[in-house]
């Protein structure tokens, strides 16, 4: 079946560090990829999407490149604020059930 | 306002005690889902219904049931709650626009049972 795996958390960083989630997939066919982020006391927004190999999302300074060779979709931003501080899950898609598969998630800390 | 909303946000309740989530779009939706969130779980997928009156198991049903009379609403209902159905559950809806399908979620319930 299919399943996504996410790094280990917490992660805690100073504002203006660079940031890397990494993310990994196993999934029959050919996945749609996603990041989602989940501010305190908030349901979950999507942030960015890829839905074919070698697709780039990006959004708010955030991107992440879906490879299927290496069967990731990694997210980085050069330089994380505060106000960025929540809980990013990696999901994919796949099938005809609209069915989200998500990792486990991570808990960002950024501090001033 | 494209959103989908629950209610109740909160609540606690006791063991036995059926009670009822309730889930509306305004996007005018096919696809509606509930999923809960534990912690180092992340979210798994309780009901999904592709459209009215065609529901199906997610990967975690046990102790829910759904209903899908209209395609706004999708009621999370459980007919007698658990401990371990404390969680913090989400709505979600979707459609497909330019062939991209995007999930949009609910605020969330947290739900406490005693």
């Known amino acids: 079946g299919n399943s996504v795996t996410q790094m280990e958390g917490p992660v805690t960083l100073s504002e203006e560090a660079f940031l890397t989630i990494n993310c990994t997939y196993t999934?029959?066919?050919?996945?749609?990829l996603f990041w989602y982020v989940q501010y305190p006391g908030e349901g979950l927004q999507l942030l960015l999407k890829?839905?074919?190999?070698?697709d780039k999302g990006s959004n708010k300074g955030f991107e992440a490149t879906y490879r299927k060779e290496t069967t990731s979709f990694h997210l980085e931003k050069g330089s994380v604020q505060v106000s960025d501080s929540a809980v990013y899950f990696c999901?994919?898609?796949?099938?005809?059930?609209?069915?989200?598969?998500f990792g486990k998630g991570i808990t960002l800390s950024v501090r001033p | 306002e494209a959103q989908v909303t629950q209610n109740p946000r909160y609540l606690i309740t006791v063991t036995g005690k059926k009670l009822t989530v309730t889930c509306s779009q305004n996007?005018?939706?096919?696809?509606m889902s509930w999923y809960r969130q534990d912690p180092g779980l992340g979210l798994r997928q309780i009901y999904y219904?592709?459209?009215?009156?065609?529901?199906d198991k997610g990967d975690v049903p046990e102790g829910y049931k759904v209903s899908r009379k209209e395609k706004r609403n999708f009621p999370l209902i459980l007919e007698s709650p658990s401990p371990n159905q404390t969680s913090l559950y989400f709505c979600?809806?979707?459609?497909?626009?330019?062939?991209?399908?995007?999930?949009?979620f609910g605020p969330g319930t947290r739900l406490l049972v005693l």
């Open positions: 979600a809806s979707s459609a497909r626009a330019g062939g991209v399908e995007t999930q949009y």
């Open positions: 999934a029959t066919g050919y996945p749609s």
């Open positions: 890829a839905t074919k190999a070698d």
């Open positions: 999901a994919l898609r796949s099938g005809a059930n609209s069915k989200l598969t």
């Open positions: 996007m005018n939706h096919e696809y």
């Open positions: 219904s592709m459209n009215v009156e065609v529901t």
